[in-house]
Structures are given as structure tokens and as C-alpha cells.
T-cell receptor, first 113, second 112 residues
Framework: DAGVIQSPRHEVTEMGQEVTLRCKPI?????LFWYRQTMMRGLELLIY????????DSGMPEDRFSAKMPNASFSTLKIQPSEPRDSAVYFC???????????FGSGTQLSVL | AQSVTQPDIHITVSEGASLELRCNYS??????LFWYVQSPGQGLQLLLK??????LVQGIKGFEAEFKRSQSSFNLRKPSVHWSDAAEYFC??????????FGKGTRLHILP
């Protein structure tokens, strides 16, 4: 299995631009999570889906952030408009059974200038 | 609200020496407990987890952790570290409400 696949690996954009991060979970996994990692705040859960349905989005920082999971094999995290404080590494993770064992992708390093 | 504390931001040990990374949590009951490892430029990988039963848990790569209810701790140990163990280690808890909270991490440095 290829594991959780995230794209792009690196994204550099200017303030105000729209950013879309993509994630392909492991086939057969029914839970998908988006995390953000920064030096100051560590790993923060942004949102998670179970069977393609958003279960908890309380970690999404503001309305500028949105996430979708149109099917079991694809999810996006969108930031519109982006701001410099959104610069971070964004991780997608999937699991077969909730939080019991998460499999992480390699992350997207986002830099907003 | 639950929290996870990893008191040591950085730890340096010599190759072959023993290792203990500290983790404390705050929660009234026993949560689910995890240790993850993150190598540079990579996502996190599960080392081990504790849900119930035997308080000494064995994980991958020769790691183990012990749950101590009286101390609200779940420290990670390894008898003899290898240079390839250099990474960042994260303790995490799930209050059985399907919301996992990660500690800030401990970066492990290995001296040759």
C-alpha cells in the first residue's frame, strides 16, 4: 500500500491567494483527519471525517478554512484567502477505526508570503 | 480540558545508552494513550498505545512505555538507543471522545 498521499509537498504562495491541499487516504480506511503543525502550537487537529462525513470541525481556525471529502478516496483542505500566519506543515492522516491508530502522510509545507 | 505535557523539549543521549521520555496527562479517568515518532520531513508513526490491561506496553523498534495511574504518566523507554532513533517523539491522549490531543513533542539527539 502506498500509504497516505498528500500533495503538494511544498506550497509557496502570496497573501490573499487561495490554497488547496489534497489528501488520498489509505484504501479501506474510513476516518480521515487534518492536522496543522507549528513550532508554537505543536500539532492541532483541524477537522476529522468518518465515512466521508465531517464529525468535528471545532479545530478549524476561521471561516477562511474549509475541508471537503467528496468520496472515500479524496479530501481537500482549502484556505481562502491565505495569510502569513497560516504558514505551517499540514498533515493528513487516515485510520481504520477512529483514533485507534493513525497513519500520517508526509505533510504539505505551506509558506504564505 | 485534557492536556498532555512533555516536559523535555530536547533530550540528548549517547548511542547505546538507555532512554526515558516523559509524558504526563491531565484527565479524571484513564484515557487512551499513545506514543508517535516523527522523522525529519515525515509524518508521524505510531510506536505503541495503551487502552487497558497490562500497564507495561511493548511497541515497535524496541520501545516500551509504562502507564502509571498514580502519577498520571506514560513514559517511553528504550534500553539501548541507536543513531536511527534520532527523531521527535510525541505523546498523545484520547479522552475516549474521539479527539486525540498531542503533546508538544520531545526532540531526541543521539551522540555517537
Amino acid at each position: 500500500d502506498a500509504g497516505v498521499i498528500q500533495s503538494p509537498r511544498h506550497e509557496v504562495t502570496e497573501m490573499g491567494q487561495e490554497v488547496t491541499l489534497r489528501c488520498k487516504p489509505i484504501s479501506g480506511h474510513n476516518s480521515l483527519f487534518w492536522y496543522r503543525q507549528t513550532m508554537m502550537r505543536g500539532l492541532e487537529l483541524l477537522i476529522y471525517f468518518n465515512n466521508n462525513v465531517p464529525i468535528d470541525d471545532s479545530g478549524m481556525p476561521e471561516d477562511r478554512f474549509s475541508a471537503k471529502m467528496p468520496n472515500a478516496s479524496f479530501s481537500t483542505l482549502k484556505i481562502q484567502p491565505s495569510e502569513p500566519r497560516d504558514s505551517a506543515v499540514y498533515f493528513c492522516a487516515s485510520s481504520l477505526m477512529g483514533f485507534e491508530k493513525l497513519f500520517f502522510g508526509s505533510g504539505t509545507q505551506l509558506s504564505v508570503l | 480540558a485534557q492536556s498532555v505535557t512533555q516536559p523535555d523539549i530536547h533530550i540528548t543521549v549517547s548511542e547505546g545508552a538507555s532512554l526515558e521520555l516523559r509524558c504526563n496527562y491531565s484527565y479524571g479517568a484513564t484515557p487512551y494513550l499513545f506514543w508517535y515518532v516523527q522523522s525529519p520531513g515525515q509524518g508521524l508513526q505510531l510506536l505503541l498505545k495503551y487502552f487497558s490491561g497490562d500497564t507495561l506496553v511493548q511497541g515497535i523498534k524496541g520501545f516500551e512505555a509504562e502507564f502509571k495511574r498514580s502519577q498520571s504518566s506514560f513514559n517511553l523507554r528504550k534500553p539501548s538507543v541507536h543513531w536511527s532513533d534520532a527523531a521527535e517523539y510525541f505523546c498523545a491522549v484520547d479522552e475516549r471522545d474521539d479527539k486525540i490531543i498531542f503533546g508538544k513533542g520531545t526532540r531526541l539527539h543521539i551522540l555517537p
